[in-house]
């Protein structure tokens, strides 16, 4: 895959082997978060993927622009939503967290060697989807005055990234099913907020998002369940220790649990967040 860099993003290192599995490594180190989504939805899906290759990063993950600053989320000041303000920083958030959700996808689909080749043509569909995301919010974000990079943001979803980079089983756990099954929780009463301000364009966009969303749970829960299965582990019981293992967040309600269950969650699982 050929692409022509921009000075913020020097060329990669020579990659280790010539697939789509380098190819996301080589988006991922990209700098300019409209780049980035551009390449994505670019890719030649025609390559082969080299499952069983070692591909090493040479460069510090993901490639970032210098905006926007990066802050603990107890920093991200609260602004009312009946603001034009206040409803650009909630775009500005969102659209931050789909950029990282472009990350972590095209991460899963580098990093982990090894997998049936379904799983990596699963995770850069997500990334396809959430470059999709990416555009349609930062495009309303103009409309209303700003551009992404004009808020700072916080880099929760990313941590987690790290903190799991050393185990698929791991990542596809708490990545997908944790922090990202939380945005199904989240988007009815943020689809809410943003009609009652009259920003029906943003209101009709989460929809959009909840839709994809929830296949991308279910992808991350097909994963995790493979992974247990094939490891010989009870996937309720290896969450549970995963989950502490790594500190993730503990969940709290309300819960999306039609979302939930369309993602593959199943009824045990739900129970225990009630």
Request: hydrophobic letters at 45%; a neutral charge.
């Amino acid at each position: 895959m050929k692409r022509k860099n921009s000075l913020s993003d020097p060329a990669p290192a020579k990659p280790t082997c010539s697939c789509l599995r380098s190819d996301a490594l080589d988006i991922l180190c990209l700098a300019s978060a409209q780049d980035k989504s551009a390449a994505v939805r670019a890719l030649d899906l025609g390559r082969p993927i080299n499952a069983n290759a070692m591909i090493l990063a040479k460069r510090q993950l993901p490639g970032r622009a210098a905006t926007p600053q990066l802050v603990e989320p107890r920093e991200l000041p609260h602004r009312p939503m009946n603001t034009v303000l206040g409803r650009a920083a909630l775009i500005h958030a969102l659209t931050h967290i789909e950029l990282n959700a472009i990350n972590l996808s095209l991460d899963a689909c580098w990093r982990f060697a090894g997998m049936p080749e379904q799983y990596y043509r699963d995770w850069l569909k997500v990334a396809a989807e959430e470059a999709y995301h990416f555009t349609l919010l930062s495009d309303h974000l103009k409309t209303l005055g700003y551009a992404y990079g004009d808020f700072p943001a916080h880099n929760g979803l990313w941590d987690m990234v790290e903190k799991t980079k050393g185990d698929v089983l791991a990542r596809m756990a708490l990545v997908p099913r944790t922090l990202e099954a939380r945005g199904l929780d989240a988007s009815p009463p943020m689809r809410a907020k943003l009609a009652q301000a009259g920003d029906h364009a943003a209101a009709e966009i989460v929809d959009i998002i909840l839709r994809d969303e929830i296949g991308h749970v279910a992808i991350g829960n097909h994963w995790y369940r493979w992974l247990c299965e094939q490891r010989g582990l009870d996937h309720r019981s290896t969450y549970a220790a995963l989950a502490l293992e790594h500190s993730a967040p503990r969940l709290h309600g309300p819960f999306n649990f039609d979302a939930r269950r369309a993602a593959g969650f199943d009824e045990d699982e739900l129970l225990a967040l009630r």
